[in-house]
């Protein structure tokens, strides 16, 4: 079976600092996806990144990064110059190609950014 | 973009009552997954559909049901409703073969009083 863990419960930061959201998962396949999601106060999923268990490079997109290390099984998500509107659940997520490709999350970071 | 569409997205039920709600998926895409996020709570996955057919399933309760119809949208009924059953759900869209990218819609708040 699948698990995403989650370790922070929540997270506050004062605007302009770097944040880092740390995913580690467990699976016995070699195939799989890994995903972060946002969920902002209106409840929406927002699509941030999807990473195959093949694909290790780290990738940057303006002020997200993501560092995924199949070593020790962790997906972290790292946030440069924080913003407010920042302010959000994050979900790591992991869905396994042989396993119907269903999400399974993890329990979700509360980031708060304050001024 | 065309993206998923769920109604109603608001819905308040009494205990014990019925509720029906509806998903679109984003056109061509050929699998429809169901997800109940509780207060607080991540996203659990109930109930997936490939091509009109139930391709998968999760912690659904046996008061649920759904279906996928010919048209692709899809529909999950829940009968007797609990006080528990208060929750955002989910519906989702994919292409089966594309790499399990998910397309989320808005989602259904439903409130049971």
């Known amino acids: 079976a699948q698990k995403v863990t989650q370790a922070q419960t929540e997270i506050s930061v004062v605007e302009k600092e770097d944040v880092t959201l740390d995913c580690v998962y467990e699976t016995r396949d070699t195939t799989y996806y890994l995903f972060w999601y946002k969920q902002p106060p209106s409840g929406e999923l927002v699509f941030l990144i999807r990473?195959?268990?093949?694909?290790?490079q780290n990738e940057i997109s303006g002020r997200y990064s993501w560092n995924f290390q199949k070593s020790t099984s962790s997906f972290n998500f790292t946030i440069t110059a924080s913003q407010v509107v920042d302010s959000a659940v994050y979900f790591c997520a992991l869905i396994l190609t042989g396993g119907g490709n269903k999400l399974t999350f993890g329990t979700g970071t509360q980031l708060k950014v304050e001024l | 973009a065309a993206g998923v569409i769920q109604s109603p997205r608001h819905l308040i039920k009494e205990k014990r009552e019925t509720a029906t709600l509806k998903c679109y998926p984003i056109?061509?895409?050929?699998?429809v997954y169901w997800y109940q996020q509780g207060p607080g709570q991540d996203p659990q996955f109930l109930i997936s559909f490939y091509e009109k057919m139930q391709s998968d399933k999760g912690s659904i309760p046996d008061r649920f049901s759904a279906q996928q119809f010919s048209d692709y949208h899809s529909e999950l009924n829940m009968s007797s409703l609990e006080l528990g059953d208060s929750a955002l759900y989910f519906c989702?869209?994919?292409?089966?073969?594309?790499?399990?990218?998910?397309?989320f819609g808005p989602g259904t708040r439903l409130t049971v009083l």
């Open positions: 989702a869209s994919s292409i089966r073969d594309r790499g399990g990218q998910q397309f």
């Open positions: 056109p061509r895409h050929d699998t």
């Open positions: 990473r195959n268990s093949f694909d290790e």
